[in-house]
């Protein structure tokens, strides 16, 4: 959409402006900005440094142990990632078979309670101070301390569901972060009643706060839609799991593409044939690779996942009151997917209320609490897929192994990677609406903070827990002489030189 | 036997023993931990690890290979011997590949509780990163030389009790690897056998069964809730079948 602004066709007599957080943590991003003589942006990217060292670092390893390792990737979605190589290993130990019900159901669980925990964090922790103070608010309170001081029912509210989604991660792997559970077969450890009985004691609470907090999300969204309709505006088509009757699906399912027509165009896919479906531009300006939609080409291959694709594309959501919200969701976008990038906002809080009711539903469930935890052992695979939505969207992991059993090939591509293009198209729409070709402005900083922001991308990892992305915007003159800086440090001082 | 004439000091408690023990002994018996991870009570002591290091009437010595004499002051539990003792564990991480998050072995490995024990917080010194071989020929065993901190227990359990010697250490300082003993020098063509007892010795996580996984949860592992002073002495033996 914005594509003309990636690479501009002659970039002499351009200046550069550099927005960088200033962070120590792998992941970080960067926005160039290049400009010309009448200081419009003609040139605008967003460099992602994206963390590939686990594909080698694996080689030669045990697959068994493969799932507890590579959950490391992150520190925010670990258990997406235990489970999307739990399942791709599976084929190691039971070929063809399935793991068991009870296992299944306990995957399940633990993934709801980690994309509930990681959405509430986002929302809450990162999104709500932009939300709910506007961009221009001063950045030592447009923080979660600000949305504590100001709304503390709120926050308060924002803080417990997480934290719910925690324990439930903590009671199925033994801690909150980077515990065991999920391995290749199966599931180690069995829930006992009394965990059960625990989680079950607060869900009901849970869910009511959920539907609160959709509904803020969708009142914030409609109230100021106006504005954020055209907001980092991109079009695109969107991807994500499915299950086959096409509901919303987080642990299993098949790939569905949906283009901004809103036709689906892909369905059914088999997720164990991705490689039919993506492929991984390399672009020289980047370390992250742009993927796209082999069949459609470049262009009408453009898609993007994430909360926004998976409401987008389901026909209906599994539970009550997620499919309520749902139907509100998709009345407003009049039949088409809707493509504002900060409508994710909303798109995720309907998906954290389908976690809560599904995790009230599991709890439910007496096959929880059975302990035929590990398959039988059958005839074994030597290559395995397994293909999640992780709290940002698909995530896939792909493993082959060798006769003794160790990986020989493994390729993974993470949800944010998915989204490179995106948030490279709302960087640029932004930066060509609110850029006065003057001087760069906090208001400009906050903005294409905001959009890079609305898609949760793996750079919140980087970020400060008060949720400040610590920035650096530099204009630098056609000589590369520095011509302004703006600086924000991650306490949210500003400082011009 | 007069009691009396069979006492030391350990940390000025006055403990029993009996003639021709070692202070590790004659400690384990009273029940006092000494931290070690290359003694095993069934093998001649090797003395290697430098772990157990005590006081000694005053100059230092290993408690696993000084018998113990009538009288003898013996300091254990002191700062300074923990300190010292941390640099051991310090320098044992640093010369393997020790990636405890995803060990299956966490939890329930002695390089680890020890580390803990002694308040390793940190490496302290650089990492060699030594390129070691991953060994996974074999069906049922894994041999991780990552992770080998060259104690010898199974170097000594094959060789005394399984009466195969399937292992050895070979090459030296830095340098020194553990080998295996067949043609190819992979465990799989070796007459090693998961029911050996060589199979349940190593005290870390470099020789372990496949498919065993993270067998208990974080929480229920030997050493989640107690540090190892307090779970106390705890080795296979060659007679009980199954102990970990
Ligand atoms: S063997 Fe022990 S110290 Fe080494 S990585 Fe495994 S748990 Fe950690
Ligand atoms: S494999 Fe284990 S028992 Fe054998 S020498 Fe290495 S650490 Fe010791
Ligand atoms: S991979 Fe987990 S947040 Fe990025
Ligand atoms: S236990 Fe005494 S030197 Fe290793």
């Known amino acids: 959409?914005?594509?003309?602004?990636?690479?501009?066709?002659?970039?002499?007599?351009?200046?550069?402006?550099?927005?960088?957080?200033?962070?120590?943590?792998?992941?970080?991003?960067?926005?160039?900005?290049?400009?010309?003589?009448?200081?419009?942006?003609?040139?605008?990217?967003?460099?992602?440094?994206?963390?590939?060292?686990?594909?080698?670092?694996?080689?030669?390893?045990?697959?068994?142990?493969?799932?507890?390792?590579?959950?490391?990737?992150?520190?925010?979605?670990?258990?997406?990632?235990?489970?999307?190589?739990?399942?791709?290993?599976?084929?190691?130990?039971?070929?063809?078979?399935?793991?068991?019900?009870?296992?299944?159901?306990?995957?399940?669980?633990?993934?709801?309670?980690?994309?509930?925990?990681?959405?509430?964090?986002?929302?809450?922790?990162?999104?709500?101070?932009?939300?709910?103070?506007?961009?221009?608010?001063?950045?030592?309170?447009?923080?979660?301390?600000?949305?504590?001081?100001?709304?503390?029912?709120?926050?308060?509210?924002?803080?417990?569901?997480?934290?719910?989604?925690?324990?439930?991660?903590?009671?199925?792997?033994?801690?909150?972060?980077?515990?065991?559970?999920?391995?290749?077969?199966?599931?180690?450890?069995?829930?006992?009643?009394?965990?059960?009985?625990?989680?079950?004691?607060?869900?009901?609470?849970?869910?009511?706060?959920?539907?609160?907090?959709?509904?803020?999300?969708?009142?914030?969204?409609?109230?100021?839609?106006?504005?954020?309709?055209?907001?980092?505006?991109?079009?695109?088509?969107?991807?994500?799991?499915?299950?086959?009757?096409?509901?919303?699906?987080?642990?299993?399912?098949?790939?569905?593409?949906?283009?901004?027509?809103?036709?689906?165009?892909?369905?059914?896919?088999?997720?164990?044939?991705?490689?039919?479906?993506?492929?991984?531009?390399?672009?020289?300006?980047?370390?992250?690779?742009?993927?796209?939609?082999?069949?459609?080409?470049?262009?009408?291959?453009?898609?993007?996942?994430?909360?926004?694709?998976?409401?987008?594309?389901?026909?209906?959501?599994?539970?009550?009151?997620?499919?309520?919200?749902?139907?509100?969701?998709?009345?407003?976008?009049?039949?088409?997917?809707?493509?504002?990038?900060?409508?994710?906002?909303?798109?995720?809080?309907?998906?954290?209320?389908?976690c809560a009711e599904t995790i009230r539903e599991l709890l439910d469930d007496p096959e929880l609490l059975g302990s035929d935890l590990m398959a039988q052992p059958s005839e074994p695979a030597r290559e395995g897929v397994g293909v999640i939505e992780a709290p940002r969207g698909t995530l896939i992991h792909h493993y082959k192994i060798a006769d003794d059993e160790t990986i020989s090939y493994a390729n993974l591509i993470v949800s944010t990677t998915h989204n490179n293009r995106g948030m490279n198209d709302s960087v640029r729409a932004v930066a060509d609406k609110y850029f006065d070709g003057r001087e760069i402005s906090e208001g400009l900083l906050n903005r294409i903070e905001v959009a890079i922001r609305a898609y949760d991308p793996c750079l919140s990892c980087a970020t400060h827990a008060l949720g400040q992305m610590p920035l650096i915007i530099e204009a630098l003159n056609p000589d590369g002489s520095l011509q302004s800086r703006l600086l924000r440090h991650d306490d949210g001082r500003i400082a011009q030189e | 036997m007069n009691g009396n004439d069979f006492t030391f000091v350990l940390d000025g408690e006055n403990i029993p023993f009996e003639p021709g023990q070692t202070i590790m002994e004659a400690a384990t018996q009273a029940g006092v931990y000494i931290p070690h991870l290359c003694y095993h009570e069934e093998y001649r002591p090797r003395g290697s690890c430098k772990l157990c290091t005590v006081k000694i009437n005053g100059h230092f010595g290993t408690a696993c290979t000084m018998p113990v004499q009538p009288g003898m002051q013996v300091d254990n539990d002191t700062d300074e011997l923990t300190a010292m003792r941390r640099r051991v564990v310090q320098m044992l991480f640093v010369e393997g590949n020790h990636y405890c998050p995803f060990c299956e072995k966490s939890g329930n490995c002695q390089l680890q509780a020890v580390a803990y024990h002694v308040g390793m917080q940190d490496s302290h010194y650089p990492h060699f990163y030594p390129l070691r071989n991953v060994d996974a020929s074999h069906p049922d065993m894994l041999l991780d030389r990552d992770r080998c901190i060259q104690c010898e227990l199974c170097v000594r359990a094959s060789r005394e009790t399984d009466g195969k010697a399937v292992f050895g250490l070979s090459g030296r300082g830095t340098r020194t690897q553990l080998v295996v003993n067949s043609e190819s020098g992979l465990l799989g063509d070796s007459d090693f056998s998961i029911t050996d007892f060589a199979a349940r010795i190593c005290p870390t996580g470099a020789l372990i069964p496949k498919r065993e996984g993270y067998p208990l949860p974080i929480g229920a592992r030997l050493y989640d809730a107690k540090d190892i002073a307090r779970v106390g002495h705890r080795q296979p033996s060659s007679k009980a079948a199954g102990e970990k």
């Open chain 1, 1 to 354: 959409m914005h594509e003309h602004l990636e690479t501009a066709s002659d970039i002499t007599g351009l200046s550069r402006v550099v927005i960088e957080p200033v962070s120590r943590v792998e992941g970080h991003g960067k926005v160039t900005l290049l400009l010309d003589d009448e200081r419009r942006v003609r040139q605008a990217r967003l460099h992602i440094v994206e963390f590939r060292g686990f594909e080698r670092f694996i080689q030669g390893r045990p697959f068994r142990e493969v799932p507890t390792l590579v959950q490391r990737l992150c520190g925010i979605c670990p258990v997406s990632h235990l489970l999307a190589a739990s399942k791709a290993c599976d084929p190691f130990v039971l070929g063809n078979a399935r793991i068991t019900p009870t296992a299944e159901k306990l995957r399940r669980l633990l993934h709801h309670g980690q994309v509930l925990q990681s959405n509430a964090l986002h929302f809450f922790h990162l999104a709500s101070p932009d939300l709910l103070f506007g961009f221009d608010d001063a950045v030592a309170h447009r923080n979660v301390i600000g949305v504590l001081a100001d709304h503390k029912e709120l926050g308060l509210r924002g803080i417990r569901i997480r934290k719910y989604g925690q324990e439930v991660i903590r009671h199925l792997t033994g801690k909150r972060v980077h515990g065991t559970g999920s391995a290749p077969g199966g599931f180690l450890k069995p829930l006992s009643a009394p965990e059960r009985d625990a989680m079950l004691r607060d869900i009901d609470q849970i869910v009511d706060w959920c539907v609160a907090s959709n509904a803020l999300a969708r009142d914030n969204y409609l109230a100021n839609e106006a504005e954020f309709r055209g907001f980092g505006e991109s079009e695109s088509a969107f991807m994500s799991l499915v299950s086959r009757d096409g509901a919303a699906e987080l642990y299993d399912g098949v790939l569905r593409v949906k283009n901004a027509a809103g036709e689906i165009i892909v369905d059914n896919h088999d997720p164990a044939r991705y490689l039919d479906l993506i492929r991984e531009e390399v672009k020289p300006w980047s370390y992250m690779k742009f993927p796209y939609l082999a069949p459609f080409g470049h262009d009408a291959g453009y898609y993007r996942v994430g909360p926004l694709a998976r409401i987008n594309n389901a026909d209906f959501m599994p539970t009550p009151l997620a499919e309520a919200a749902r139907r509100e969701f998709v009345d407003y976008g009049g039949g088409k997917p809707v493509q504002a990038a900060l409508a994710q906002h909303w798109a995720r809080m309907i998906d954290t209320l389908m």
